[in-house]
C-alpha cells in the first residue's frame, strides 16, 4: 500500500496481557468456561473485582468472611461517583464473582441475590442526538459579540455540522484547511485515519470570523483552536463541554 502512495497509520504492536492474581486468573477461567462471557465484559468485571479486593483490604476483612454489609458498603461508596446505569452494571459484576466465590467454595453462602442493582429507565438517559431546532437553539445562544464567542460559535458548529468528536475538532491545525480547495481535513483519534470533508460555507465563514478576530497571534502552535490567555495553549476538552446548568433558559458554555 506505501508503494502505491497511500498514507498508513504506524503500526501498533497487540498490548501484553495484564498480569492478574491467581483468584482473578482462575475467575477468569470460570467465567469463559461456564458462561462464554466476552472480553469485554470480562474486563469490565475483572476492573470491578480489583477494586473490592481493595476496599475489603483497607478495611481489613478477609475475602472469606466477606458479608452483605461490606458488599453494600462498596457499592454505596461506588455510587458517590458513577451514575446509576454504572453502578447497575458494577452490581452484576459483583454478583457474578460472588457466584464464582460459592461455586469454588470460598464462600459458605451465596450472597449474589442479595446484591440489589439501582432501577432506572432506559428512557431517563441523555439522548444520543438532539433535534436540529435544538442545535439551532444551542448555537444562538452563543455570544459571538464577545471572546471566545466566536471560538465556541466555531467549535460547536464543527461538532454539529460534521458529527465530529471533541477530539478531532480539538486536534484541527492549521493546515487541515484548504481554503482554495474547499477542504477540511480532520483526524480520527482511535485510527489515526486522515478523513477529507467539504468545507461548507457556513462552517468557512465561523472559522474566518474565529482566525481574524479572536484567534491569538501565536506562532508558535499549529493547532486551530487556543485558549485565550496567555501562553495561548490548545484547549482542552472542558473548554466545549457543555454544562448541564442554564442562565436565563440559555445553556452555559465552560470558558477556558
Request: some cysteine; overall charge positive.
Amino acid at each position: 500500500m506505501r508503494s502505491l502512495g497511500a498514507r498508513l497509520p504506524a503500526w501498533k504492536n497487540k498490548p501484553e496481557p495484564r498480569v492478574l492474581a491467581p483468584l482473578l486468573n482462575e475467575y477468569c477461567e470460570y467465567r469463559r468456561a461456564h458462561a462464554g462471557v466476552a472480553e469485554t465484559t470480562l474486563t469490565r468485571d475483572v476492573d470491578t473485582v480489583q477494586r473490592f479486593l481493595q476496599y475489603l483490604r483497607r478495611r481489613r476483612r478477609i475475602l472469606n468472611n466477606v458479608a452483605l454489609v461490606d458488599i453494600d458498603g462498596f457499592i454505596r461508596k461506588s455510587a458517590e461517583r458513577l451514575s446509576k446505569a454504572k453502578v447497575a452494571d458494577l452490581c452484576s459484576s459483583l454478583r457474578a464473582f460472588l457466584k464464582f466465590l460459592h461455586a469454588t467454595g470460598r464462600l459458605r453462602t451465596d450472597l449474589a441475590s442479595g446484591v440489589m442493582a439501582p432501577r432506572f429507565r432506559a428512557s431517563a438517559r441523555p439522548p444520543r442526538t438532539l433535534p436540529w431546532q435544538d442545535v439551532r437553539r444551542i448555537l444562538q445562544a452563543i455570544r459571538r459579540s464577545e471572546p471566545p464567542g466566536k471560538r465556541d460559535y466555531a467549535m460547536l458548529l464543527l461538532l454539529a455540522t460534521y458529527g465530529l468528536g471533541a477530539a478531532e475538532v480539538l486536534a484541527l491545525r492549521l493546515e487541515d484547511l484548504d481554503w482554495q480547495a474547499g477542504i477540511l481535513w480532520a483526524w480520527r483519534p482511535k485510527t489515526k485515519v486522515r478523513i477529507e470533508l467539504p468545507l461548507l460555507p457556513p462552517v468557512a465563514k465561523a472559522l474566518t470570523s474565529y482566525l481574524r478576530w479572536e484567534r491569538p497571534p501565536a506562532k508558535g502552535t499549529a493547532r486551530l483552536f487556543l485558549s485565550e490567555k496567555m501562553p495561548y495553549a490548545p484547549i482542552t476538552s472542558g473548554a466545549i463541554r457543555p454544562a448541564s446548568a442554564f442562565t436565563r433558559g440559555r445553556p452555559v458554555l465552560q470558558r477556558r
